[in-house]
Structure formats: C-alpha cells, structure tokens
C-alpha cells in the first residue's frame, strides 16, 4: 500500500487549497482514510477522517474550514481548505486505516506542506 499527497504549497491568508492523495493497492473503498499535519514543534494532529461509506469527522477547532471527501472510483481522498490561516501551516499526511483481526494498521504517505502566509 503506497499513499501519495499533493496539492500543497504556499498561501496568503483567507486563500484557499485542495489537498489530495493517491492511494495504491485496492483496499482504499473498504477503509477509513484522514488527514492529519504536524507544525513544527508540535505532535502530529488530526485534521478529518472519512468512513468507506462517506461519513466525516473534523477536528473541532477546524470544522466549517475544511471538507474532506474520497472517491473511491480513483482511490483518492481529498481536503479542500477554505479560508486559510497562518496557524494552518505544517505539513498535512494522508493516512489510512486498515482493520485485520481487531487491530488496525496505519499507513501513511509523505506529506505535503502548506504554508499560509503574506
């Protein structure tokens, strides 16, 4: 399984992005995927998580700013980011969740950085 995010860059506030990643390996439409993005100096946060089935969940601090959403037609997960601010900058990780047995293995891709700023 190989993920691979694109679609980051640089920003001036209030501007917009859309994050997207690419998963290989035929399991994605089965799985729960998220984003998550680590400042620097700070641990890794979650961003938003999407069931196979369509069902999202947003960080509360970032709710209304952000929307995550998947096709699984492309094996791709996607975030649109909206009114973007310079606390968003880090680097943003596309992850996904696989159950086997009761136990879940994360699988990560590269990140893509995001840097909001004038």
């Known amino acids: 399984v190989q993920l691979q995010a694109f679609g980051g860059g640089l920003v001036q506030p209030g501007g917009s992005l859309r994050l997207s990643c690419a998963v290989s390996?035929?399991?994605?439409?089965?799985?729960?995927v998220a984003w998550y993005r680590q400042s620097p100096g700070d641990q890794r946060e979650l961003v938003a998580t999407?069931?196979?089935?369509?069902?999202?969940n947003y960080a509360e601090s970032l709710r209304g700013r952000l929307t995550i959403s998947r096709d699984n037609a492309k094996d791709t997960v996607y975030l649109q980011m909206n009114s973007l601010k310079p606390e968003d900058t880090a680097i943003y990780y596309c992850?996904?969740?696989?159950?086997?047995?009761?136990?879940?293995?994360?699988?990560w891709g590269q990140g893509t950085l995001v840097t909001v700023s004038s």
């Open positions: 390996g035929s399991i994605f439409r089965f799985n729960t």
């Open positions: 999407i069931t196979p089935g369509g069902t999202t």
């Open positions: 992850n996904l969740q696989v159950w086997n047995r009761g136990s879940r293995r994360d699988y």
